[in-house]
């Protein structure tokens, strides 16, 4: 569909100023200043809007069309003949909210130009979200004499940006609802973000404790861990770190880490994006695992000191026994190494003699069955212990036996 002539003295147009009104060249302008145009056939307009990337819709004051270029009949497969004459109307859906509109028509009607999004209907009935600026054109006298529009089909970029909008609320929900505490880090280790868990563990730690001093924490208990993977991004996992909280339950964590490559969001970082090392470190509390298995310890070292005061009865009965059965051995050997010198030669066929150095032997025996039967102690090795642990694991062993003495234990381990 080629451009309506417009008569000479009107057919000259000033740029679209900062409004976006399209306004008609005025005779002094004409006469004393040259126009954007100058130099160019119309021909050379009317092409470049018949050709131009962007539907482009000419109406006059009641959206009855009067012209539209090829890129209008691409998107809503109408073609030009179909819709000179009528109104654009036809391209509406019916489900574009009549605010709208409202807010559509009240800007032409100040002569300024309006921006939006509207759902149009194409020829083939489906539908699609038409990105729309429509601007007044003026006549010299500032008069509105047509509506130039705009568009273009961003029913793809929405769905893209939709999309995306969806995933991030998604990503947030889990990450929110994990039971895990996670925090992402910059390369100052800085916090950019961490869900609700995280903040509630720093909150146990202490009544003034803070997420960044939780994380300060971390770094001092986790080592080299954090620095590597700051440096080389070195992930890490498993790495378990325990806070002792005095006279409450010590805090069981373990750690994994890993790196996240961030680009540049900067505009001449397009072609070139730097990039940025972020840290994620998740963290899950193992508290009630280890406890578990220090529940299990307690009992077995109860069972060991159990069975360890047995041990110790039956070493005092053996020894008891071997003193009391000492005495009579010794005396029966003292009297028979007696008779043996009083007897001198005579001594060695003597029945009473054979009868004691019988006696004697059976004596010496049985204390030595006795002595080897006495429980041997445990040679116990060395090895490195945790004294907050040894002292929480005392005080929990001899609990009953401290207060009975009205002895109270107090301490309060350092975090770090």
């Known amino acids: 569909m080629a451009l309506q002539r417009i008569p000479a003295h009107r057919r000259r147009l000033r740029p679209i100023d900062e409004d976006m009104h399209m306004t008609q060249a005025t005779p002094e302008r004409d006469a004393g200043q040259p126009a954007a145009s100058d130099g160019l056939a119309p021909e050379v307009f009317q092409q470049a809007v018949e050709h131009a990337p962007i539907a482009i819709s000419i109406t006059d004051l009641k959206a009855n069309i009067p012209y539209a270029n090829r ?3 691409a998107i809503t497969g109408y073609d030009s003949s179909e819709v000179i004459g009528k109104n654009e109307s036809v391209l509406s859906n019916g489900t574009t909210p009549r605010l709208a509109y409202q807010a559509l028509w009240g800007r032409l009607a ?28 003026l006549d010299e006298h500032e008069r509105t004499i047509h509506y130039l529009g705009m568009h273009r089909d961003s029913s793809d970029q929405h769905k ?9 609320l998604i990503i947030e929900a889990v990450v929110d609802s994990a039971p895990a505490a996670i925090v992402v880090l910059d390369h100052a280790l800085r916090i950019r973000l961490s869900n609700p868990s995280f903040n509630r563990l720093a909150a146990e730690l202490g009544d003034q404790a803070t997420p960044a001093q939780l994380v300060s924490l971390l770094q001092d208990n986790l080592g080299g861990a954090v620095e590597a993977l700051k440096a080389h991004g070195q ?29 540049g969001e900067r505009a001449d970082d397009f072609f070139d994006p730097g ?9 899950n509390d193992i508290t009630g695992l280890r406890q578990q298995q220090q529940a299990s310890q307690l009992n077995a070292l109860k069972v060991l000191m159990a069975e360890e005061e047995l041990l110790d009865g039956m070493r005092e009965t053996f020894n008891g026994a071997i003193h009391r059965l000492q005495g009579p051995v010794n005396l029966i050997s003292a009297a028979l190494r007696m008779l043996e010198r009083r007897l001198g030669d005579s001594a060695e066929g003597d029945p009473v003699l054979s009868a004691m150095r019988e006696a004697s032997q059976a004596g010496m025996d049985a204390l030595e069955s006795l002595s080897g039967s006495i429980p041997q102690r445990r040679a116990g090795g060395c090895v490195p212990v945790n004294i907050n642990q040894l002292i929480r694991e005392v005080v929990s062993l001899m609990t009953d036996q401290l207060l009975a003495q009205g002895i109270v234990v107090d301490w309060q381990p350092a975090l770090r």
């Open 275 to 283: 990039e940025e090392n972020y840290l994620l470190l998740t963290v």
């Open 235 to 263: 992930a890490f996992t498993g790495k378990e770190v325990t806070f002792d909280l005095g006279g409450h339950t010590p805090r069981w964590l373990s750690c994994h880490g890993r790196a996240i490559l961030i680009e």
């Open 71 to 73: 890129a209008f009949s």
């Open 110 to 137: 100040q002569k300024k130009a309006w921006s939006g999004m509207l759902v149009n209907r194409r020829k083939d009935d489906s539908c699609y979200l038409a990105e729309l600026t429509v601007a007044p054109v």
């Open 160 to 168: 893209l940006e939709q999309r995306v909008s969806n995933q991030r």
